[in-house]
């Protein structure tokens, strides 16, 4: 057994009372207790971050680069042991632990690693009325970016989310979900132990008000959870006005059209729907398909549920599954009532007639719903569990209506000829959208993912992400070839105003803007 992560011994911790319980997932046991370092810790960590930004901004971005790739390589090295803490804390199979998220760091470091130097670039812009001007753009980082993670994704949603903040030269403050800290405790030791300066990034266990203290002190704030949680967060940034930027919940349709390829349709259904248990803020949440494709896709979908293979509960998790735990035993009380409103309104369950298991643990069958309609809370309110679903729809444009018809947009799915789903996916309320495909565009980090509506504000991946972390100053200099043309400009602009110049002004503004003349002239290297 890979023994738990330590945490640091802090006298600040050791006098807060009621330790953080972390139970296992999968079979009900403690596998660690963690304290809860309350506001205090969170008051410490933000100072201790405080004073390592000078040193770690002023780095340059090579060796920031550096630091990064040292803590990806230990990462790597202590794979077995990092995967097999996110699968006791979460549940989730180790497949998930290691080819999702472990990957998706080496894969975010190695893209914002690179990206990092465009998004930092210096950028000169040419003013087309100022001739005599030009003005440089610096980005320069905020300070310290709090980050607050969910339960679900231990890595890919907590310590990945420090990559873009600490590259743009931040020092970060994680506090992660209180159900499943210890992956974020142990990432935070490799850190340390990659010879990384410890309170550049620093891991704080706590509960909620542990999070909300820490946008009371941060200077900007990446929240990924719920929507209830996410409007708090940005209400209170918006406050302090300091940037947030939250990920938030999803309610994704998976969208079948006749013309598509029922079986890769069918897979990629029964996977989306029921990755890490459901789990997923991107995950397939609703299923619509064309009514004259609906009997075979139905079918195939059915029985590519009914042979997912359960975990194995002896708390290690060893054994190939394709279905884990629900690490929130909160959501299972979600997934019955759910089931119980649709079947109470017509719905069938196909597959999952046991639902809730006795073993122990939180275990839930993977649960298929045929004949559901848009009345029934499972096709409106975010599920986040191993159920899925499916209504038969009349043709592509009432797929169109009833995916749109939503408060949430995170994520979307498409199957059918591929010009045909295509033009369906740039029809959708969606921050993103996979044609033939489902899920992988998260793993485009290369491509900005932001939620529509009720999902978020901001972006993860992409450049647009990285230039979030930081404050952009536009220093406007005098080309020195035109000095003395912009000292008198200076001076006719300057007091005492004068009444001839005005007259010139009004000329020049009808010329230039209300006969066009400002279009026409229009330097090549002019950059709006
Ligand atoms: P929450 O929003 O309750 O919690 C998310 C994080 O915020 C946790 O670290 C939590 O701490 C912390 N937190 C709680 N209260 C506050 C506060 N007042 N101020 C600041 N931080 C706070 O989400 P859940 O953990 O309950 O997750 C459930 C829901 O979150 C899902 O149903 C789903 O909608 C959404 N979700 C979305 C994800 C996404 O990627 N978009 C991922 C995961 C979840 P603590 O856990 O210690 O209370």
Redesign the pocket.
């Known amino acids: 057994m890979t023994p738990t992560p330590k945490f640091r011994p802090d006298p600040i911790i050791t006098a807060v009372p009621a330790p953080i319980r972390v139970l296992s997932p999968a079979t009900g046991g403690l596998v660690a207790e963690v304290p809860d370092e309350g506001a205090a810790g969170v008051a410490a960590a933000v100072d201790a971050a405080r004073g390592a930004f000078p040193e770690w901004a002023s780095r340059p971005l090579a060796g920031r680069v550096e630091a990064l790739k040292r803590w990806r390589d230990l990462v790597l090295d202590d794979a077995h042991g990092v995967a097999s803490t996110l699968v006791r804390e979460s549940g989730k199979p180790r497949h998930e632990a290691e080819a999702f998220e472990i990957l998706y760091l080496c894969e975010l470091i190695r893209f914002a690693g690179r990206a990092a130097r465009r998004a930092l670039a210096e950028e000169t812009r040419n003013p087309f009325l100022f001739v005599t001007k030009k003005t440089r753009l610096t980005r320069r980082p905020l300070g310290v970016v709090g980050v607050?993670?969910?339960?679900?994704f231990p890595i890919l949603?907590n310590a990945a989310d420090a990559v873009g903040p600490l590259l743009m030269g931040n020092t970060v403050v994680l506090?992660?979900?209180?159900?499943t800290p210890l992956t974020s405790l142990r990432l935070c030791d490799l850190w340390v132990k990659a010879g990384n300066p410890p309170d550049v990034f620093r891991v704080v266990t706590?509960?909620?008000e542990a999070?909300?203290e820490l946008?009371e002190r941060a200077d900007g704030i990446m929240f990924?959870?719920?929507?209830a949680?996410?409007r708090?967060?940005a209400a209170r940034a918006g406050e302090r006005l300091i940037p947030c930027v939250t990920?938030?919940?999803?309610k994704s349709p998976f969208v079948v059209l006749a013309g598509a390829d029922l079986e890769r349709a069918a897979e990629a259904a029964a996977w989306s729907s029921f990755i890490h248990s459901g789990q997923v803020?991107i995950r397939t949440e609703r299923i619509y398909v064309e009514e004259r494709v609906a009997d075979r896709f139905e079918a195939l979908l059915v029985e590519r549920v009914r042979a997912l293979r359960p975990l194995v509960p002896n708390g290690s998790a060893a054994g190939i599954s394709d279905l884990g735990a629900v690490t929130f035993a909160r959501q299972l009380d979600t997934l019955e009532r759910q089931i119980a409103d649709a079947t109470g309104k017509g719905a069938r369950v196909a597959v999952g007639e046991t639902h809730r298991q006795t073993r122990p643990g939180n275990f839930f069958s993977p649960t298929v719903l045929l004949g559901a309609t848009h009345d029934m809370e499972v096709m409106r309110e975010?599920t986040?569990g191993p159920l899925v679903p499916v209504m038969r729809v009349k043709d592509a444009e009432e797929a169109l209506r009833l995916s749109n018809d939503s408060h949430l947009g995170l994520n979307a799915s498409v199957f059918g000829p591929r010009e045909k789903a295509e033009a369906f996916a740039r029809r959708l309320q969606s921050g993103q959208a996979s044609v033939n495909d489902a899920l992988v565009s998260y793993f485009v980090v290369e491509a900005p993912l932001g939620g529509w509506k009720a999902s978020g504000l901001g972006v993860r991946h992409g450049v647009e992400s990285l230039r979030q972390w930081t404050r952009t100053e536009g220093i406007t200099v005098g080309r020195p070839m035109l000095a003395p043309l912009e000292r008198f400009v200076a001076r006719k602009l300057a007091f005492p105003y004068d009444p001839r110049f005005l007259a010139v002004i009004r000329r020049a503004s009808r010329l230039l803007y209300r006969r066009g003349l400002a279009e026409k002239l229009r330097a090549p290297r002019d950059r709006d």
């Not at 990920?247 to 999803?250: N, R, T, V």
């Open positions: 607050i993670g969910p339960w679900n949603n506090k992660p979900s209180e159900v706590g509960r909620g999070g909300a946008v990924t959870g719920s929507v949680t996410g708090k967060v990920e938030l919940g999803g803020c975010e986040f």
